[in-house]
């Protein structure tokens, strides 16, 4: 499985991203799919995650405030993230699950938020 991930940036505090990840290869067998992120000194944190069955959980930090949907058609996962804040800072990794429990991460994605 192959994770390529899309949308970081820069914004303004109050502002809003959408961060898209497209799974290749075995995209049938995931399971979860989800994103974390990583700030500088910080170690690597769950963002969001989604099951294939649409459960969702969410950091306490971004409740409220972020959104994570997926496409299986396009086995893609996506990330909303609305009133940003500086805090938020950091880069954003997505992840997959195989459902034989094998962990997939892509390429990070720097969001800033200016403050």
């Known amino acids: 499985v192959q994770l390529q991930a899309s949308g970081g940036g820069l914004v303004q505090a109050g502002g809003s991203l959408r961060l898209s990840c497209a799974a290749s290869g075995s995209g049938f067998s995931i399971n979860a799919m989800g994103w974390y992120r990583q700030a500088p000194g910080n170690q690597r944190e769950l963002v969001a995650t989604?099951?294939?069955?649409?459960?969702?959980i969410y950091a306490s930090s971004v409740k409220g405030r972020v959104t994570i949907s997926r496409d299986d058609a396009k086995n893609t996962v996506y990330l909303q993230m609305n009133s940003l804040k500086p805090e938020d800072t950091a880069v954003y990794y997505c992840?997959?699950?195989?459902?034989?429990?094998?962990?997939?991460w892509g390429k990070g994605t720097l969001v800033t938020v200016s403050s």
């Open positions: 992840n997959a699950v195989h459902i034989g429990g094998i962990n997939y």
């Open positions: 989604v099951t294939r069955g649409g459960s969702t």
